[in-house]
T-cell receptor, first 117, second 114 residues
Framework: NAGVTQTPKFQVLKTGQSMTLQCAQD?????MSWYRQDPGMGLRLIHY???????DQGEVPNGYNVSRSTTEDFPLRLLSAAPSQTSVYFC????????????????FGPGTRLTVL | SQQGEEDPQALSIQEGENATMNCSYK?????LQWYRQNSGRGLVHLIL?????REKHSGRLRVTLDTSKKSSSLLITASRAADTASYFC??????????????FGKGTKLSVKP
C-alpha cells in the first residue's frame, strides 16, 4: 500500500492564483482531513470528510474548498491564493466505521510546502 | 482553537536519559493521541489512550492520562539520537465545535544529543 500520497511536494504561487492540492489514500478509509502547519501554531484543521459526498469545515476553512467524489481522493482547492496561505499542508485519513472513524489514529501524507508571493 | 497544549516547548537531553513531555487539554475527550514528526516529514502516530484508560505502554513509550486534571504525559525511556523530533498530543473532543475531530497542540521539540 502507498498509504496517503500528496502532490505536489512543493509549490510557489503568486497572489490571486488558484490551485489544487491533491490527496489520495489506498486504505479504503472513510475519514479524510486537511491540516495546515505554521511555525509555532501546530496543526490546524481546514476541512474534513466522513465519507464520499460528505464534507465539513474545520477550524480555518476560509479561502479553501474541498470535495469528496470518491473514497480515495480528497483534493483541497485554493480559490485565490494569499500570502497568509503560505504554509505546509498535510492530508490525513483514518479507518473505522461511519460516525466514529475520526476517533482512530490518523495516517498522514508527506505534506505539500506552499509559498504564496 | 488549540485543544491541547504541550509542555515544555523544547527539551534537550543526552542519549540514554528519559524524556517526559506533558499535554493539557480543555474539554471532555473520547481519546488522546501522541504523534511524532521528524523534521520536514509528515506525522506518525505513536500511541492512543482512551478516556477510560489511565496508562498505556508501547515499547519505550509510556503514556498516562488523568481526565480529572485534563492532562497527559508521554515518557520516552532510554532515549536515542533517532528520537530527535517534534512530539504532538492530539485530542478527539466529545463536545463543542471540534466534536469528533482530532485537534492538535503546538508540540514539544525534543533534541537527543549523542
Amino acid at each position: 500500500n502507498a498509504g496517503v500520497t500528496q502532490t505536489p511536494k512543493f509549490q510557489v504561487l503568486k497572489t490571486g492564483q488558484s490551485m489544487t492540492l491533491q490527496c489520495a489514500q489506498d486504505m479504503n478509509h472513510e475519514y479524510m482531513s486537511w491540516y495546515r502547519q505554521d511555525p509555532g501554531m501546530g496543526l490546524r484543521l481546514i476541512h474534513y470528510s466522513v465519507g464520499a459526498g460528505i464534507t465539513d469545515q474545520g477550524e480555518v476553512p476560509n479561502g479553501y474548498n474541498v470535495s469528496r467524489s470518491t473514497t480515495e481522493d480528497f483534493p483541497l482547492r485554493l480559490l485565490s491564493a494569499a500570502p497568509s496561505q503560505t504554509s505546509v499542508y498535510f492530508c490525513a485519513s483514518s479507518p473505522g466505521t461511519s460516525g466514529t472513524s475520526s476517533y482512530n489514529e490518523q495516517f498522514f501524507g508527506p505534506g505539500t510546502r506552499l509559498t504564496v508571493l | 482553537s488549540q485543544q491541547g497544549e504541550e509542555d515544555p516547548q523544547a527539551l534537550s537531553i543526552q542519549e540514554g536519559e528519559n524524556a517526559t513531555m506533558n499535554c493539557s487539554y480543555k474539554t471532555s475527550i473520547n481519546n488522546l493521541q501522541w504523534y511524532r514528526q521528524n523534521s520536514g516529514r509528515g506525522l506518525v502516530h505513536l500511541i492512543l489512550i482512551r478516556s477510560n484508560e489511565r496508562e498505556k505502554h508501547s515499547g519505550r513509550l509510556r503514556v498516562t492520562l488523568d481526565t480529572s486534571k485534563k492532562s497527559s504525559s508521554l515518557l520516552i525511556t532510554a532515549s536515542r539520537a533517532a528520537d530527535t523530533a517534534s512530539y504532538f498530543c492530539a485530542t478527539v473532543a466529545l463536545y463543542g465545535g471540534s466534536q469528533g475531530n482530532l485537534i492538535f497542540g503546538k508540540g514539544t521539540k525534543l533534541s537527543v544529543k549523542p
